[in-house]
């Protein structure tokens, strides 16, 4: 079974540039999370959508920060513009079920210059 | 609110024991825990639903104490490949929004 994928594994860009960060779940996950890491701040959790609707986005740092799954085998997480304090690997995950297990991708390191 | 891990770091030899502590200023539903290795995502180890409970893999384990808001986390005989970082998940609503602590370093010298 492939696990969650997520695309690009590493961005370079500048400063005031249009960042998409892509996810697919695993196939019948219905619950799908995205989380950045940094060393200061650990993992944070940025929103999850359970069903394809976004349920919680109080983790999502500003406007410039957005996310959508428009189905249940896609979601993308976009920052416009994008900052250097934006340097983070951003991890997305997926799980079935009301309390389950977290399946993470592979992450997406994002470098902001 | 963010689970609180202790240590930050532990730095043990082969075959010794460690135990990492997570805790809570808010009534937990669930705790999870994972496990990252250096570059990689972070790994699931285990669910604990119930106050009390305890649950084993292989020759780690953890116990849940649901009234001191208060996990834990076991690791006999240490072995090489326990090295990496460790989180604490907890989930205060059942919503399944999941808070990590800030983790704890493990390090396992031969």
């Given at each position: 079974d492939a696990g969650v994928i997520q695309s690009p594994r590493h961005e370079v860009t500048e400063m005031g540039q249009e960042v998409t960060l892509r996810c697919k779940p695993i196939?019948?996950?219905n619950s799908?999370?995205?989380?950045?890491?940094?060393?200061?701040?650990?993992l944070e959790l940025l929103i999850y959508f359970n069903n394809n609707v976004p349920i919680?986005?109080?983790g999502m740092p500003e406007d410039r920060f957005s996310a959508?799954?428009?189905?249940?085998?896609?979601?993308?997480?976009?920052?416009?513009?994008?900052e250097p304090r934006d340097s983070a690997v951003y991890f997305c995950a997926s799980s079935f079920g009301e309390v389950g297990e977290l399946f993470f991708g592979e992450g997406s390191r994002l470098t902001v210059l | 609110q963010q689970p609180v891990q202790s240590p930050q770091a532990v730095i043990l030899r082969e075959g010794e024991d460690a135990v990492i502590n997570c805790s809570s200023s808010k009534a937990l539903y669930s705790v999870h825990w994972y496990r990252q290795k250096h570059g990689e995502a972070?790994?699931?180890?285990?669910?604990?639903?119930?106050?009390?409970?305890?649950?084993?893999?292989?020759?780690?384990?953890?116990?849940?104490?649901?009234?001191?808001?208060?996990?834990?986390?076991y690791l006999t005989a240490s072995q090489?490949?326990?090295?990496?970082?460790?989180f604490c998940g907890t989930e205060t609503s059942g919503?399944?929004?999941?808070v990590f602590g800030q983790g704890t370093r493990l390090t396992i010298n031969p």
């Open positions: 196939s019948g996950h799908l999370f995205w989380y950045r890491q940094t060393m200061m701040r650990g919680d986005d109080s959508k799954m428009p189905n249940a085998s896609f979601s993308t997480l976009k920052i416009q513009p994008s | 972070p790994v699931f180890l285990m669910i604990l639903l119930k106050g009390g409970e305890q649950k084993g893999h292989e020759k780690i384990s953890a116990s849940f104490n649901e009234k001191k808001q208060q996990s834990s986390l090489l490949s326990y090295s990496g970082t460790y919503a399944q929004k999941l």
